[in-house]
């Protein structure tokens, strides 16, 4: 017999709030997680899947699974429509789910910087959905480049454009120039995929802005030295079919892929609360919504400072942070203690792979490249993923990978056939 005791309800499965409904797995309470994928992403190897290496179950796995255990939880596949909290209720697609405790973990979504219009042109990498979309028009360019004989189509159709030099589109850019330099190297006759243009563009002075200048420069000097052509200091004012306009030109294009920006969900319309200019909610130093001690918001929907007055980066490890404080604080007010320290965020470092052997890697004081940056970075990924055999399959996957140069997931899949505009994602 499930217990019953004070509702939290939980929406949203990522890193944030999973950690939260753990952090309550001893707790007396009614724990419900409410997310509208039956699964969770491990989003930091997205591109691997966008680019062939990884199938999408090496990185994704059924939420009921990972609470089996949590006798105190219940999961709910629904979309969150908004939230009353005056009457404390979550508002979804299959009902209203009461709460004495909320906590909104619903992450973040792509920010075209008031051009939504480009999304059908420029998909970004946050979900399942997203990866296999892009790796459909990554493994499509080629095939239709091999069929095509308009050289300038074909110029058209192997040219790569990445939009957004952080640490997913530097990945990306790396990822699809091996797929070029290596994988499918000598698998076409009539064109040669080495002969692949693949474009990094960063609206900034230098890709990778977060981390140290000699390790973004390094990252710089890799990416070339793979064939990737590194634009910074160039804005993109204008996507399309066809491909990109620029600050001074245009840029022919068959694939394009945005790793801008992105903006939270829109919690704050939701709960009345105010937010910053990329949508997120401003919370208290106990992650609370003003005025609502119950509403807890953490991950990519909420703007929280750190202790040196910056703004908390929307990366996994942060989001776990916060989740596991909300859940432990909820615990604890609970047992009837209602003194609580703020929240302060841990910093444990910054990574990013540039393909084969190549990675950079940041902590503390500590800096690695190179390939024992790499094989850091591959530790790390191993580690953090969920489940003994997802982190054997990846392991597998990876040193197979590297011993062969082939990446075993390289199906075009179409989810309505027939229905993909000719030459586009």
């Known amino acids: ?56 179950a090496d990185v994704a796995w059924p939420i009921r699974h990972i609470l089996r255990d949590q006798r105190n939880a219940t999961v709910l596949m629904a979309s969150v429509k908004g939230a009353d909290t005056q009457q404390r209720f979550l508002q979804t697609d299959i009902g209203n ?14 920010s075209y910087f008031g051009h939504d219009e480009w999304a059908q042109t420029a998909p970004g990498l946050k979900r399942i959905e997203d990866a296999t979309r892009i790796r459909r028009g990554i493994l499509i360019a080629f095939e239709r480049a091999e069929a095509t004989n308009d050289e300038a189509e074909r110029r058209r ?21 091996e797929v070029a330099l290596q994988t499918l190297a000598a698998d076409f006759r009539r064109i040669d995929p080495r002969s692949a243009r693949i474009v990094l563009i960063e609206a900034g002075p230098r890709i990778l802005p977060t981390f140290p200048e000699d390790l973004s420069a390094y990252v710089h000097d890799t990416l070339v030295h793979d064939g990737v052509t590194v634009m910074t200091t160039t804005r993109v004012t204008r996507c399309d ?88 604080l909820i615990a604890s007010r609970i047992a009837g203690n209602s003194a609580a320290k703020p929240f302060r965020y841990v910093h444990a470092g910054d990574l990013a792979t540039v393909g084969r052997r190549a ?47 082939q990446r075993g997931a390289r199906l075009i899949t179409h989810s309505e056939p027939d229905q993909d505009p000719p030459n586009q994602l």
């Open 157 to 177: 159709l192997l040219t790569f454009v990445i939009v957004g030099g952080g640490a997913t589109g530097v990945e990306m850019a790396g990822a699809i120039a």
């Open 241 to 328: 079919a066809g491909g990109v306009d620029l600050d001074g030109g245009r840029i022919d294009a068959a694939t394009v892929i945005w790793a801008a920006g992105v903006m939270a969900s829109p919690a704050a319309q939701w709960l009345g609360a105010e937010a910053d200019s990329a949508g997120r909610v401003k919370v208290e130093p106990d992650l609370s919504v003003p005025g609502h001690p119950q509403v807890f918001v953490i991950g990519d929907t909420a703007a929280v400072m750190s202790p040196d007055g910056r703004p908390v980066p929307g990366i996994a490890p942060a989001a776990k942070q916060m989740g596991r404080y909300a859940g432990r």
């Open 1 to 56: 017999m499930k217990r019953q005791g004070p509702k939290v309800v939980i929406a949203g499965a990522g890193f944030g709030g999973l950690e939260a409904a753990r952090a309550l797995r001893r707790s007396p309470v009614d724990v419900t997680v409410v997310d509208r994928q039956n699964h969770h992403c491990f989003q930091p190897l997205l591109y691997q899947v966008a680019t062939a290496a990884l199938s999408p």
């Open 97 to 110: 789910v009461p709460y004495d405790y909320l906590v909104i973990a619903t992450g973040a979504m792509h």
């Open 359 to 405: 990675a950079v890697v940041k902590l503390g004081r500590l800096q690695l490249k190179g390939f024992v940056g790499w094989l850091f970075w591959s530790l790390a990924h191993i580690y953090f993923l969920i489940g003994l055999r997802n982190r054997f399959i990846v392991a597998f996957t990876w040193l197979w990978s590297y011993l062969t140069f």
